[in-house]
């Protein structure tokens, strides 16, 4: 039916945009001419490179490139892709290495997620939120006990480089297999192989299959570096809303805040304290503010934070580690000298703190570390004060003795994380001096410990009595 065709054939005036590249640069591009285009935006250039819109000027806008082929060039010509980033999410991820596209890097299957979600959204209102009251064990002993962790909480891990920052989010990672936690690590400007070495561990833990692993190396476009850290948010924050615990490990973002320099750099965006963008607060409170503990009638899920910041010989008044502290809700410091000391983990007790963690340690754990802290900050004191060879009274002498005993105590391995129940009885039976006259060495009179107590079987809530016989059986039966 040719007329019915002609007669519905209206004229009319479809406007289509068409951008021009002005200019090529490493990972951006300038372009002119896309007059309604919106910050975020994806646009696709003549020659199949795509970018994401970035800055927009009066006359030019600036593009961050996400695929860049040799061929682009200024003259090519842009379009809207008409659509805002966004990326796959769902139980299809878990097990997976993604760039921050979505993109296996693992060399497996395409994934089908069914679902995305935007990169960029906005964080769960005041009214949505709850507070923080179940605990996120790391299996860390300093961690669990004098530093805990709730879930819904945003936890800074902050030291020098190679002083262990990794080792511990990875611990806390591999702790969470059987719990019912999903694990998301962004690892962003990593070489190839420190991202191949955390895949090793995640898979000889078998912690895998609950994990997802984001990946911007550090030879990826700074514009994947930049927007690693969102992708990863993006994927917990699905599971979040479904009502599931989440933990996410941002690695780190002061290679994320070195990538959103370059980018605001090269585009030529003034530059303030450290040569920083002085929106680099807001981008990283934008991003941490999304991680929180949903109320009940929200489905009550909750996404747990870890992110890493590098110092510089231990400067943390710095521009980004001072923004980051201000910005989360406690940090865990690293620190150089422990470490070349051989106390491994390295945290720095004194200068470290859990701001809400406390509220949702188990009772009978808070009970039992309640004076763990305190003492352990005085002997250091005293040791320092004993060095001076001031003869010392037998009191002292003692507190000394305890203290270096705690000292130990406190030395864990790497992936060799703790139940609840062990962190319970390592506590009782220092603080009631079962330790005191431990069979030397320490670490196997520990591990016949744990092992004892796993065996019998008590829970927290058990009264402290039974806990203390057990404690006294296990400890004092003849090796
Ligand atoms: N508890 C521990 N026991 C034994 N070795 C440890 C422990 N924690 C960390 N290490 C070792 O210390 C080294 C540095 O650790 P890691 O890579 O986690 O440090 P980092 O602070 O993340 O370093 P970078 O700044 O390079 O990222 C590694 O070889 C790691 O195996
Ligand atoms: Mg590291």
């Known amino acids: 039916m040719p007329d019915a065709q002609e007669d519905g054939y209206r004229f009319r005036l479809r406007l289509s945009e068409r951008g021009e590249v002005v200019g090529v640069g490493d990972g951006i591009a300038w372009v002119r001419g896309l007059p309604t285009a919106r910050i975020d935006e994806l646009v696709r250039f003549e020659d199949g490179s795509t970018g994401l819109v970035f800055q927009l000027g009066a006359d030019l806008l600036g593009a961050i490139l996400l695929a860049q082929t040799q061929h682009l060039t200024a003259g090519m010509s842009v379009q809207h892709v008409g659509r805002r980033l966004d990326i796959g999410v769902g139980d299809a991820l878990l097990g997976r290495v993604i760039d921050p596209l979505g993109n296996p890097l693992d060399g497996l299957a395409p994934i089908e997620a069914r679902e995305f979600r935007p990169l960029e959204s906005a964080a769960p209102t005041i009214l949505e939120r709850d507070f923080v009251r179940t605990p996120l064990y790391t299996g860390n002993k300093i961690v669990d006990a004098l530093i805990p962790i709730g879930r819904g909480q945003r936890q800074l891990i902050i030291g020098d480089d190679g002083v262990g920052k990794s080792a511990l989010a990875l611990d806390a990672v591999v702790n969470q297999r059987g719990r019912g936690v999903l694990c998301v690590l962004v690892l962003i400007g990593q070489s190839r192989t420190a991202v191949a070495a955390a895949l090793d561990v995640l898979r000889g833990a078998r912690t895998l299959d609950n994990t997802v692993l984001v990946v911007a190396e550090a030879n990826a476009l700074p514009g994947f570096r930049y927007l690693a850290p969102f992708a990863g948010c993006a994927v917990a924050e699905h599971w ?163 203290g270096r005993l705690l000292r130990e105590i406190l030395k864990q391995d790497r992936l060799a994380p703790l139940s609840e129940q062990a962190h319970l009885a390592w506590l009782l039976a220092y603080g009631e001096g079962l330790l005191d006259a431990a069979a030397e060495p320490l670490a196997a009179t520990l591990a016949g410990l744990f092992a004892g107590v796993a065996a019998a079987g008590l829970r927290l809530e058990d009264p402290k009595e039974q806990w203390l016989a057990l404690l006294r059986d296990l400890l004092e039966r003849p090796a």
């Open 240 to 402: 979040m809303r479904a009502g599931r615990d989440t933990l996410v490990v941002y690695d780190d973002l002061t290679r994320h805040a070195q990538a959103y320099r370059e980018l605001s750099l090269l585009l030529q965006r003034p530059p303030g304290r450290e040569a920083f963008p002085g929106d680099i607060f807001y981008l990283h409170s934008r991003l941490l503010e999304r991680s929180t503990v949903l109320g009940a009638s929200h489905g009550g899920g909750s996404m747990t934070v870890l992110p890493i910041i590098e110092t510089r010989q231990g400067e943390i008044s710095a521009y980004i580690p001072t923004n980051l502290i201000s910005i989360t809700d406690g940090q865990i410091y690293f620190d150089a000298k422990l470490y070349a000391a051989g106390m491994l983990p390295a945290i720095d007790i004194g200068r470290s703190v859990s701001r809400i963690g406390g509220k949702a340690q188990h009772p009978a754990i808070k009970a039992a570390a309640a004076r763990i802290r305190l003492d352990y900050l005085q002997f250091l004191e005293l040791e320092l004060f004993a060095r001076f060879g001031t003869r010392l009274e037998a009191g002292i002498e003692a507190q000394l003795r305890r």
